[in-house]
């Protein structure tokens, strides 16, 4: 009966035995794209609300785009870091079950989008600069979510970003798929943590559409060139967070690095960020 039971393994048992497989590998050249993809979706990494509670300080929760409704997903508000008041956006993936039906597993709606782009304007109009944390395997994909204009809403995020008069941080912290992870990624500069990714779709999803064939997830991995060694090398990251331990010295070392970046940004010209910025992703 033992034998047969561990035969019959359910898919996220399996994924988790794979999950362990990878974290025992000695070395980053020893993993593929397709572990760190795996690596990426871990469920005991931090997420954007233990970011938010290990960096900003005093963080005050604001909700609602103020058209439809508030969106779970996407965690917004204003705090300090380092003593400088900031306006933090993270899309929420959620800790455990019940967490993450909350937060819609980190898949953002229109209304999140809109959410989003409210407080970047409101940090704009008091001269706040803009971090953001990113974890999202894409944009809610429902029928309402459609009818209520999803793709308008990340484009308008897109085209407002651009052109916001205040410095803007992106850090990817997990997963970055597709345009949900896009939606707060037009910024001055976007870091990664060395074992996210940030790819146009999900190794699954290229393998079933462009190779025909499910199975193919590690080939379309390796394609997708969505690991961040080589998005650095491309250029669609500016710096790759060492990881180590998730532990104190990680969040105080990231806090004084995000400090010193707004600090350096706040030095330049409105229309020097914002062109720089505009030529950074012409340049892609």
């Keep these: 009966m033992a034998a047969k039971a561990d035969n019959k393994k359910t898919a996220p ?11 025992k590998k000695a070395t980053e050249k020893e993993r593929t794209p397709y572990d760190i993809v795996l690596m990426s979706r871990d469920k005991n990494r931090p997420t954007a609300v233990k970011y938010i509670e290990r960096i900003v300080e005093g963080f005050i929760e604001l909700k609602g785009d ?19 008041p900031v306006t933090v956006i993270g899309i929420e993936k959620g800790v455990d079950t019940a967490d993450k ?14 959410k989003a782009l409210r407080l970047m304007r409101q940090a ?19 029928i309402g979510a459609e009818e209520r204009g999803e793709a308008e809403a990340i484009a308008v995020n897109l085209r407002e970003m651009a052109q916001l008069g205040v410095p803007i941080l992106s850090i990817f912290i997990g997963e970055g798929g597709s345009g949900g992870a896009l939606g707060l990624a037009v910024a001055d500069e976007v870091w990664i943590t060395e074992t996210s990714t940030y790819s146009v779709i999900s190794p699954e999803g290229c393998a079933s559409i462009l190779y025909k064939d499910p199975s193919k997830v590690k080939e379309a991995a390796d394609a997708l060139r969505l690991t961040a060694p080589e998005l650095y090398k491309r250029g669609a990251v500016e710096r790759v967070i060492e990881e180590k331990e998730f532990g104190d010295a990680f969040f105080a070392q990231l806090k004084q690095d995000i400090a010193a970046f707004f600090r350096e940004k706040n030095g330049i010209a409105k229309e020097e960020r914002t062109q720089a910025r505009y030529a950074r992703f012409r340049a892609f």
């Design 101 to 114: 039906l909350q937060h819609n597993f980190g898949c953002t709606s229109p209304e999140g989008y809109r």
């Design 13 to 23: 048992a399996k994924q988790a035995a794979a999950k362990q497989a990878v974290a």
């Design 124 to 142: 704009e109009k008091f001269g706040r600069p803009v971090l953001n944390f990113v974890d999202t395997s894409g944009a809610a994909c429902g």
């Design 66 to 84: 103020r058209g439809f409704a508030d969106d779970p997903a996407i965690v917004g508000g204003i705090g300090r870091i380092d003593g400088m």
